[in-house]
């Protein structure tokens, strides 16, 4: 056990959970993690004010873990998150520190995601149940007895739930939990009704405060571009086109991962290899000294296989899978930008992961540019600029040495020195294409996407405007629809005390959209009006069946504008 092993083994936590963060390479608790798990695994309640980025997941989901007994197949923790996406990385967090933990199983229930297989986990006796409000309260109402065994209560992000308007739904939660829970509440701020719940929820809590770090990586110039997840080889690949890099390592989660991205890479003629925690020492060795010397140029590796590689010519970094923490971020990016050097990081990220991207832009207190997927034109461009490189150096000693060669070969031949250039040149880059059309045609182009345009986000977000402009609104006629679009209803208006950010929050979460899908949202006294995808309009719909939001049903139904 190493030493910084020892200092999380100092706290107190499960031998199987200590084996887990090893395994994944922390090396030393963050200061919440260091206050906040002596507490919980003592059983009081507390509430910790901590921003997302500060390591708080595994400040209540180590202790928590060490707490709960595989054996016994049943509910004993419920984590509740404001949104899918955080449910998600929740979830999956508990996975991995679970992983030496046998018969430990973990549930992310949702909405937007079909009930069946959570129902099956859930009858399973899924220990960790990592749930969003709403669609909680679905499965309640399915069975009131679904929460009688949990112990441990997490809210996460309270601040951010109550802002999505789900306190009615914490109400009914809290009603069906036992009262000799234990119950401990993260929040960023705590204003007056996170406070209120406090008072009546919790027992004597302890209070934990951690200040967020500004963290800053100097000489690395970052940026970010949006792609969908199936589009991240091709899009690696465009990247490698235009940028002019020594060396680069390109991270990813899983093993596989780095076998699949290696493989495409080599099989576009670069020189790559992967690195996983499968690797044995000696290969690892071997891999780290190739990059060093220049007989490979990129490695695709994980986290944990990364760990302690340190290559000065490594003068750009691809973060090909989103990191799980703002920390393995900095990590990272720290591989390039060494020895007085420049170095440059890119980020993809998928529409599910603008959370993150904007944890990791607060906690190092730097943004992250977008920049655009390179087109056609800029891979010919720079496909051109390599070839010239290439050439260029050798016209002078190349016509004096084979001048009178390529002389005969003209004549036996019978063709214009023109002709033959060309045809020596496609035999010199191995048919690569080297003119526009062949360029668009050889590989898609991805995509990505476009950012919203300012006009549009001030409308949409417009709602949460009170005054006069509010008041225009509720008499002016709806905005003409984007093509594609279409145009549904709600009850629920300003009277009711809602905001755009509630309904735009509780269809993301229940709906399982991308937010790009969303258009125009706009908030009148008793009623409001949302722009909605009209390819799959019924299937969302259905979905939004349940939903509430500030604790009354959304009832969303298509608008007829005649």
């Not at 923490?325 to 990016?333: F, G, K, L, M, T």
């Amino acid at each position: 056990m190493t030493q910084e092993i020892g200092e999380f083994a100092a706290l107190g936590l499960h031998p199987n959970v200590l084996a887990a963060i090893s395994a994944v390479g922390y090396e030393e608790p963050s200061p919440i993690q260091a206050q906040s798990i002596p507490v919980i695994l003592a059983g009081h309640d507390m509430i910790g004010q901590a921003q997302t980025g500060t390591g708080k997941t595994a400040a209540f989901a180590l202790p928590i873990l060490s707490r709960i007994d595989p054996a016994k197949r049943e509910p004993q923790a419920l984590i509740l998150a404001p949104t899918r996406e955080l449910a998600l990385q929740v979830a999956t967090a508990f996975e991995t520190y679970a992983k030496q933990m046998p018969g430990l199983s973990v549930v992310a229930v949702y909405g937007g995601a079909p009930m069946g297989p959570q129902l099956k986990a859930l009858r399973q006796g899924a220990q960790v149940i990592v749930a969003t409000p709403g669609r909680l309260c679905d499965h309640l109402r399915r069975d009131d007895k679904l929460l009688a065994t949990v112990q441990q209560l997490v809210l996460d992000e309270a601040d951010e739930m109550l802002k999505l308007g789900f306190m009615d739904d914490l109400e009914v939660i809290f009603e069906a939990l036992p009262e000799s829970r234990q119950s401990v509440l993260f929040s960023a701020t705590l204003p007056p009704s996170i406070r209120s719940i406090a008072e009546r929820h919790l027992r004597n809590p302890q209070h934990v405060k951690i200040a967020a770090k500004t963290q800053t990586v100097a000489r690395i110039e970052q940026a970010h571009l949006m792609v969908h997840a199936d589009q991240k080889t091709g899009a690696v690949l465009r990247l490698l086109e235009v940028e002019e890099f020594d060396a680069l390592i390109a991270f990813v989660r899983t093993k596989q991962a780095t076998l699949d991205l290696a493989s495409a890479l080599e099989a576009k003629g670069y020189k790559a290899a992967a690195l996983n925690g499968d690797i044995a020492q000696n290969q690892r060795e071997r891999v780290i000294e190739s990059l060093k010397d220049g007989r490979l140029d990129i490695v695709v590796a994980t986290d944990v296989a990364a760990r302690g590689i340190d290559v000065p010519r490594i003068t750009h970094v691809f973060n090909v899978d989103m990191p799980y923490d703002p920390e393995s971020y900095v990590h990272r990016i720290g591989r390039t930008g060494r020895a007085g050097r420049d170095g440059r990081a890119l980020l993809l990220v998928t529409p599910r992961e603008r959370r993150m991207l904007q944890v990791i832009e607060r906690v190092t207190g730097q943004k992250v540019a977008e920049v655009r997927l390179p087109n056609a034109q800029q891979v010919l461009d720079a496909r051109i600029k390599k070839l010239t490189s290439a050439i260029a150096p050798l016209v002078v000693e190349a016509e004096a040495n084979y001048g009178s060669l390529l002389d005969r070969l003209i004549a036996d031949i019978g063709c214009s020195p023109r002709a033959l250039a060309a045809a020596l040149l496609q035999k010199a880059t191995n048919g690569q294409a080297l003119n526009l059309a062949d360029v668009e045609r050889e590989q898609p182009l991805v995509p990505g996407f476009q950012a919203r345009e300012p006009r549009e986000r001030r409308e949409r977000d417009g709602g949460e405007r009170g005054g006069e402009r509010g008041e225009y609104r509720e008499r002016r006629a709806p905005m003409p629809l984007a093509e594609g679009r279409v145009r549904c209803r709600t009850a629920l208006g300003t009277r009711d005390g809602i905001a755009a950010k509630n309904l735009l929050g509780a269809i993301l979460n229940e709906g399982g959209i991308a937010r790009e899908a969303i258009g125009r949202i706009q908030i009148r006294e008793t009623f409001s009006l949302i722009e909605l995808p009209e390819e799959g309009l019924d299937r969302l719909l259905g979905k939004l069946k349940d939903t509430r939001v500030a604790g009354k049903q959304l009832k969303l139904r298509r608008y007829r504008e005649d």
